[in-house]
């Protein structure tokens, strides 16, 4: 099946050293936040506050994956992610 290749393809971000944060405000705040973001995955021809995001995460030399729907619900768990994951440090 389709969502068991994507499944194969995700990092690991259930483990105790990152977190998977999920939405466009939640993203731009962890973004402010001086936490250590790991890569930022985003949804194909994300328009708005996407182009904020890429743009402060080209300032700070943070990874960008582009991705479709479907692997960004799986990567955010299901949550409602707004076109937009992220992989961030625990604290």
């Known amino acids: 099946m389709k969502n068991e290749n994507y499944k194969k393809q995700l990092p690991k971000t259930e483990s105790a050293d990152q977190a998977v944060i999920a ?3 939640a993203v731009l705040e962890l973004l402010s936040s001086g936490r ?3 890569k930022i995955y985003l949804q194909k ?3 708005g506050s996407l182009k904020k995001i890429v743009a402060i995460a080209k300032e700070k030399k943070i990874p960008l994956s582009y991705a479709d729907k479907q692997k960004l619900t799986l990567l955010a768990g ?3 992610h707004q076109g937009v994951v992220a992989t ?4």
């Not at 961030?88 to 604290?91: D, E, I, P, S, T």
């Open 88 to 91: 961030a440090v625990q604290k």
């Open 23 to 25: 939405g466009r405000n």
């Open 45 to 47: 021809d994300g328009e």
């Open 36 to 38: 250590g973001v790991e």
């Open 78 to 80: 299901g949550s409602f």
